[in-house]
């Protein structure tokens, strides 16, 4: 079995992504499973919660061009069985570069698969930016599945239904036409409002089995954990926070006992 691949993609900026992303890979690394992260976003925010310096040349902008391997970037966490490839800011030009290559759309699929197919890690997570631009449908061409964690607000779906076409277009384009939605996970809930409460229900009511069960609520714990580049299960383990990810990621760890079979060389938008 190779490893999995899961994007954390919404399009909608502050709604928990990368905490999620950066969580949940801390929590699968609890479980001894062998993760890398792979930080998508030019803001690097992933690096940074995790203590992580940006160093120039050290994101996966080379690889995605084809000029070195996506195994040069990967760097330790500093916790056992969790690696990244790290973001800096000069990854905010792959969007012009990559997109002026041949077969564009797979220009990440074909840099990670080496690493699936030697079995180096369990899971690879990929936290992409907020946008639809070309590091995200790259990152969608180049996964099994997709999280997408959405805040309990009144525009919600609509935001949802967006993410949700994108991925239907890079199905029926042949990019990536296994591509499918893991779950959506519910972020920033707020129990005493019913705002969140109907949010939530109505999500479920048109997603069903798809939306985790597990809700992520507001807490200054979780706020604070970037700020220490640590993860929130490292941060304060004992905390609520850090429970409510733990319990995500037995929900990702049940919902991924099948094996996934993994197709290379889809055909690819140019």
């Known amino acids: 079995m190779t490893s999995r691949s899961i994007a954390f993609a919404n399009q909608k900026g502050g709604v928990g992504k990368t905490t999620t992303a950066v969580s949940m890979a801390a929590c699968l690394a609890e479980h001894s499973k062998r993760t890398l992260l792979i930080d998508l976003d030019p803001q690097a925010n992933a690096t940074s919660a995790l203590g992580l310096e940006k160093l120039t040349g050290g994101s996966i902008y080379q690889a995605l061009l084809g000029s070195a391997a996506l195994a040069d970037s990967i760097r330790p966490s500093g916790i056992k069985?969790?690696?990244?490839?790290?973001?800096?800011?000069?990854?905010?030009?792959?969007?012009?570069?990559?997109?002026?290559?041949?077969?564009?759309?797979?220009?990440?699929?074909?840099?990670?698969?080496?690493?699936?197919?030697?079995?180096?890690?369990?899971?690879?997570?990929?936290?992409?930016?907020?946008?639809?631009?070309?590091?995200?449908?790259?990152?969608?061409?180049?996964?099994?599945?997709?999280?997408?964690?959405?805040?309990?607000?009144?525009?919600?779906?609509?935001?949802?239904?967006?993410?949700?076409r994108v991925i239907g277009q890079i199905k029926a384009s042949g990019a990536n036409p296994d591509l499918d939605i893991e779950g959506v996970i519910m972020t920033m809930y707020d129990g005493r409002t019913n705002l969140a409460q109907q949010v939530v229900s109505e999500v479920r009511k048109h997603l069903g089995e798809k939306v985790f069960k597990t809700l992520v609520p507001r807490t200054v714990r979780l706020a604070e954990a970037p700020s220490f580049g640590k993860p929130i299960n490292v941060y304060d383990s004992g905390s609520y926070a850090a429970s409510v990810y733990r319990s995500l990621t037995d929900e990702l760890l049940a919902r991924s006992a099948a094996p996934v079979v993994v197709k290379s060389g889809a055909a690819g938008g140019s």
């Open 81 to 164: 069985h969790l690696e990244v490839i790290p973001s800096e800011v000069d990854l905010a030009v792959a969007e012009v570069d990559v997109a002026r290559t041949e077969n564009y759309l797979q220009r990440l699929r074909n840099a990670v698969n080496p690493l699936r197919e030697l079995r180096r890690y369990d899971f690879i997570l990929i936290d992409c930016p907020p946008s639809l631009g070309i590091l995200t449908m790259n990152a969608l061409a180049a996964v099994d599945r997709v999280i997408v964690p959405i805040q309990c607000e009144y525009f919600a779906l609509e935001g949802l239904s967006v993410i949700m």
